[in-house]
């Protein structure tokens, strides 16, 4: 299955559905099922960050810094499209918390996530630049969705559904904080 290696604590983010958006400095053709692995450095300036930005530390809340998974598989999403930044900021679907947790400059490229999953165990596995292929077999039965709630892409609470892939609180949430 095809699998994107990213630095804690993105990975994290992605898989729980906090961060719906993955910028790059490459585009793909690639669209479908998204394993996540979460390398194995954790930098000190990302461990920091999950202490001093607040949409961090409200998004993993519920997570011991120190004891994200690293050098394993996470959990899987789906990429659904890829927009260039530009693009994505001309707009107004971009959250502050989007902003917050992807690097929008000029020239990079928006990866559009949905249908986020995060796996009961991690499944150790090495990571590889740009979308590799995970072969494991042991995948299906490892593969187990950590009962765990997702939060809303929006305003942090709680999801209760999801809004084209996106998880929301509520069909009608339209916190705008940008």
Same mark, same amino acid.
């Given at each position: 299955?095809?699998? &994107?290696? &990213? &630095?804690?604590?993105?990975?994290?983010?992605?898989v729980i559905g906090a961060k719906r958006i993955e910028t790059r400095s490459w585009a793909t053709d690639y669209r479908g099922p998204l394993l996540i692995h979460a390398s194995k450095n954790? %930098?000190?300036q990302n461990r920091e960050v999950c202490g001093s930005n607040e949409?961090? %530390?409200r998004a993993l809340a519920d997570r011991r810094i120190e004891e994200l998974?690293?050098?394993?598989i996470i959990g899987k999403c789906f990429l659904r499209e890829i927009r260039t930044t530009t693009v994505m900021l001309s707009g107004r679907e971009l959250s502050t918390q989007d902003k917050n947790f992807g690097d929008f400059s000029w020239g990079r490229w928006a990866?559009? &996530?949905?249908d986020f999953e995060e796996f009961a165990k991690p499944i150790s596995a090495k990571g590889?630049?740009?979308i590799w292929e995970?072969?494991?077999?042991?995948?299906g039965h490892l593969a187990e969705k950590r009962s765990r709630s997702v939060i809303c892409c929006y305003c942090?609470?709680?999801a209760r559904g999801a809004q084209d892939g996106v998880p929301v609180c509520d069909p009608y949430c339209l916190v705008d904080d940008f």
């Open positions: 299955m095809k699998t &994107l290696s &990213l &630095l804690q604590p993105w990975a994290t983010l992605v954790f %930098r000190k949409y961090f %530390r998974p690293l050098g394993a990866w559009i &996530l949905s590889s630049l740009g995970f072969t494991e077999s042991a995948l942090g609470k709680p």
